[in-house]
């Protein structure tokens, strides 16, 4: 299903269609749309805001495909990152009890991760991904042009998805070769980003092929989920602007300490994880602290992961070994991200990164 450099194939796989129809995000669709080579497609360019991946938009894209006449012989084409993927796909799937539809991405986490596998969604009240459904896209098609216009910051959310990718499927952790990966980011070699993007894209599709509807092992590609959406939640309500990738690496590193206390994951991969963590990315001042933990964990409470008033994050006994069945108390979800915060506090306070 997955094609790679093949955006010159868009225009004959749409053809067997009847009637086609881009939805691409506003923001980035100046640099997204003429890298389509679509001539005269109709177009819907939509809000593609974390902010605006709700019902609202939704509405608005069925309105444009009800508007431009679209049956079950039309295509929706979802041109953008992972907000345009999970609510365009959203809409696609629900209008007229669902049109087909094809995911190009154009951000990396959207390469990696977001344009496969089927999941669409729209956050509620600030809920991440409340209403959603599992609908596998006809085709995705990844090209990393798109990349050369993406900001830094969106880049390295995309690697945090890439880093889970490695460390639920691979033995070991390579930390040299992902750093080598991520100096394509800064004019480096592109090879070793296209080699990753291509491993991720495939274990995703790979996972995704045992386990559509996740009732079982497709949960480990939730690891770092289940603290990071809480994160990523917090930081939608208090307007602070945290990528959901950022979020996850965060989630990641709070679920490794978990790991360790409940699995017996090696302390010295942990130690390593989380100073690579520190090392690449911050946790911008002011979004975790002590006062915030009863937000957070309302938000864990409500994650769709959790069975009754457990609570289940993928744990991993070692790199490519997971767990998604061990029931996490609260006071040890809120140990683990008492120690972000405190990772925090002494990074701030000494001025440099954690190793
Ligand atoms: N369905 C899934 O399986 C799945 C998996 C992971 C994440 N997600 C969802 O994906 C979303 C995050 O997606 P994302 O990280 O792709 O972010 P995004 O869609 O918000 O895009 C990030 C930013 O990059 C800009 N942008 C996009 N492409 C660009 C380009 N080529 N050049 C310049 N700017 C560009 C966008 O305008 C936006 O400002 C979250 O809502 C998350 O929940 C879904």
């Not at 093949?6 to 009847?18: A, N, Q, R």
């Not at 070692?318 to 979800?333: F, K, L, N, Q, T």
Request: charged content about 25%; aromatic content about 8%.
């Amino acid at each position: 299903m997955i094609k790679t450099h093949s955006l010159s194939d868009l225009g004959t796989l749409v053809k067997k269609y009847s009637n086609v129809i881009v939805v691409a995000d506003k923001n980035s669709a100046k640099y997204t749309l003429p890298l389509l080579e679509l001539p005269k497609v109709q177009t819907l360019l939509i809000d593609g805001r974390e902010q605006c991946k709700n019902i609202d938009t939704v509405v608005e894209i069925w309105k444009k495909f009800e508007a431009l006449h679209l049956d079950r012989n039309s295509v929706a084409v979802n041109l953008g990152g992972g907000v345009v993927s999970d609510v365009s796909g959203f809409a696609a799937s629900t209008y007229k009890r669902g049109i087909p539809y094809i995911n190009v991405p154009t951000t990396l986490l959207a390469m990696v991760d977001a344009s496969i596998g089927g999941k669409t969604a729209v956050n509620v009240d600030g809920i991440k991904n409340l209403a959603g459904l599992f609908a596998l896209p006809a085709a995705v098609l990844i090209d990393i042009k798109f990349l050369d216009t993406l900001p830094l910051k969106e880049k390295m959310s995309g690697f945090a998805e890439l880093i889970k990718m490695y460390a639920i499927t691979k033995k070991t952790l390579d930390l040299t070769y992902l750093t080598y990966v991520i100096s394509a980011f800064s004019g480096g070699d592109k090879m070793p980003l296209e080699e990753a993007i291509l491993f991720s894209a495939k274990q995703k599709e790979k996972v995704v092929s045992k386990d559509f509807t996740e009732q079982g092992s497709r949960k480990i590609l939730n690891f770092g989920h289940t603290v990071g959406h809480a994160i990523e939640s917090l930081c939608l309500k208090k307007n602070i602007p945290l990528t959901h990738g950022e979020a996850v690496l965060w989630g990641m590193v709070a679920e490794l300490y978990l790991s360790v206390k409940l699995l017996d994951f090696p302390m010295n991969e942990y130690n390593k994880f989380k100073a690579f963590a520190h090392e690449h990315y911050d946790i911008p001042q002011g979004i975790l602290n002590k006062k915030d933990l009863p937000v957070l964990m309302s938000f864990i409470r409500n994650d769709k992961k959790n069975s009754g008033d457990k609570i289940y994050p993928v744990l991993l006994s070692h790199y490519g070994a997971c767990r998604w069945d061990i029931p996490v108390s609260e006071e040890d979800v809120k140990d683990s991200i008492m120690q972000l915060i405190l990772q925090e506090v002494y990074k701030r306070k000494l001025g440099c990164s954690l190793k």
